[in-house]
Antibody, heavy 119, light 112 residues
Framework: EVQLVESGGGLVKPGRSLRLSCTAS????????MSWFRQAPGKGLEWVGF??????????EYAASVKGRFTISRDDSKSIAYLQMNSLKTEDTAVYYC??????????WGQGTLVTVSS | DIVMTQTPLSSPVTLGQPASISCRSS???????????LSWLQQRPGQPPRLLIY???NRFSGVPDRFSGSGAGTDFTLKISRVEAEDVGVYYC?????????FGPGTKVDIK
């Protein structure tokens, strides 16, 4: 059974950093792209970024709203995808979800982890 | 960026009756590889999003066959043939043909 479990969320002050993890199981993690999305309280879904599998270079793409502040990485040996978030702003407050990508089809979603940026 | 619009934004439906949601993109969603990466997601209250339909019309594993997707180019439709109580939630269309991936604003489906 495919499972994605996000962790690392919490309350953080503006300007600080936080690293989220997405721990995967039930599939060969290294064969898949991974993506991060977020959903601000009471709002719709927003794509954050994407990391290709090593077979496709392991390269990344980011939304303009987070580019230069957020970094996605992966550790295929541990089946974990990371979202490093720096210079956090109050508008980054959201539930963050990771998803598995079969190329450009994002099929399984995790349960999400809440990040609150507030002084 | 590709802008996704959905209509209606709210859809009160009688149990057992059909429902239909339209999604339109500001440009063609046909990828250079020939596929159209248009998906539909369901988000039940208090739950994470769940993939229903991918590449316009393919039902994801475990999705009931009362859900169907259709369309091409810039116009797409999600249909629920007979709405059940468990279908209450918000439905989003999403394009992954071009970065940044973008979503429609969501359509809230509830029971009359």
């Amino acid at each position: 059974e495919v499972q994605l479990v996000e962790s690392g969320g919490g309350l953080v002050k503006p300007g600080r950093s936080l690293r989220l993890s997405c721990t995967a199981s039930g599939f060969t993690f290294g064969d898949y792209a991974m993506s991060w999305f977020r959903q601000a309280p009471g709002k719709g879904l927003e794509w954050v970024g994407f990391i290709r599998s090593k077979a496709y270079g392991g390269t990344t793409e980011y939304a303009a709203s987070v580019k230069g502040r957020f970094t996605i990485s992966r550790d295929d040996s541990k089946s974990i995808a990371y979202l490093q978030m720096n210079s956090l702003k109050t508008e980054d407050t959201a539930v963050y979800y990771c998803t598995r990508g079969v190329w450009l089809t994002l099929d399984y979603w995790g349960q999400g982890t809440l990040v609150t940026v507030s002084s | 960026d590709i802008v996704m619009t959905q209509t209606p934004l709210s859809s009160p439906v009688t149990l057992g009756q059909p429902a239909s949601i339209s999604c339109r993109s500001s440009q063609s969603l046909v990828h250079s590889d020939g596929n159209t990466y248009l998906s539909w997601l369901q988000q039940r209250p208090g739950q994470p999003p769940r993939l229903l339909i991918y590449k316009i019309s393919n039902r994801f594993s475990g999705v009931p066959d009362r859900f169907s997707g259709s369309g091409a180019g810039t116009d797409f439709t999600l249909k629920i043939s007979r709405v059940e109580a468990e279908d209450v939630g918000v439905y989003y269309c999403m394009q992954a043909t071009q970065f940044p991936f973008t979503f429609g604003p969501g359509t809230k489906v509830d029971i009359k």
